[in-house]
């Protein structure tokens, strides 16, 4: 690709920038002229109430981030040294590493190439496995990857059927849907994030719900230093300083508030992702599923291979435009590379090649902001093809904007 000519692009598209205005610059401000900007306030617990409300779980209880949720809700189901966690292979690592916080083992469990999530098949015939060997795991833990839904249904039945827990990594998936129902609400508890690169960000931050009021209490407790209610100082167990700050639950409110605005703006940039990238030849975009509301936080392609990603994403770059590799599977990573994985695909004896290896070799995340307007993903949109044409060989271009097809030679 080094002959290609560029074309310069300034400022740089970002990936994924908050969508910040007026609204929430104002509660920020009253929040600090409140002059209660720590751990301790009123807007914590509304911005709790509306979490609760918008996704239909009965308890909702903030986090200081989207790790701290998973690994208090890990502490509170009980996940402890000597046993184990079931983990989706292909994720961020953030949704591992408080598996090992608790001392506690991974299992790696392959994706599904439809959805890219846990394949509910694998974990029923791993989970006879362990039951077999009478090393049953405390908890799996299924993510909903990008925006979109893992086959969940089936994931809490076959948990249910051994006696298992569920914790859903949600994190990335504010706003999706199945079948009506919110991810992140069908199993034992589902965590959120509301990093700077999230659907609706509090800076940094997190929600653990469940319609559990045990566990509810629990986990409320746990990220509370453990504190009892008597102000005595003195502590039955062990705690962590996991609590969101007034401030940023200020911004939560806010960015809850305008939820369906920033979700109806992704709606229309993933419609024209997909029209106008429809056919392109080595482009496969993310395929929508029957009964899934998907909340387009990023929008994905899959390229043809390894090669042909890099290729892309060095093209996107020197044009000015930030694009992202899919994450690197659990398994590989070299501090988890010891954990039991297990891949449903026929390739991974020989090329130790599931489809957690294949989806991420292939895959990469292209600009996304819900405030990218129609300008700067016409130039996203017109890179891409510009790069197909160029790599491809399969249209013929008359310059790097305008891209006709290819003529066949009679
Ligand atoms: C899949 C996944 N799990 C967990 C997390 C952790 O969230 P946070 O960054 O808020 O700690 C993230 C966020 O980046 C994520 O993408």
Redesign the pocket.
Known sequence: MNKMTTTKISPRIELCEPDIGAIEKKWVANCIASGFVSSVGPMIADFEQLFAAYTGARYAIATA??????HASLRAIGLAAGSSAIVQDL??V??ANPVLYCGAETVFIDIEPTSWGMDPRLLDAVLARLKREGRLPSVIIP?H?YGGACDIANITETAARFGVCVIE?A??SLGAYISGKHVGTFGNMG?F???G??LITTG???MIVTDDRKLAERVRYLVNQARDTAANYIHSEMGFNYRISNLAAALGIAQIGRIEDILEKKRLIADRYETDLKGMPGITPYQRRNGIKSSHWMNSLLLDSRKERDSLLEYLSLNGITARRFFEPLHKQPYLKSGLWVTGSSDACLAKQGFSDDISERGINIPSSASLNIHDQNKVISAIKSWTCHAKQTYSCSSDQEIQPRKKAS
């Open positions: 981030s989207g790790t701290a949720a998973i994720t961020f953030a949704t993510v990857l990594d994190t990335e965590c994030s509301f990093n690169n999230k940094c931050g997190g």
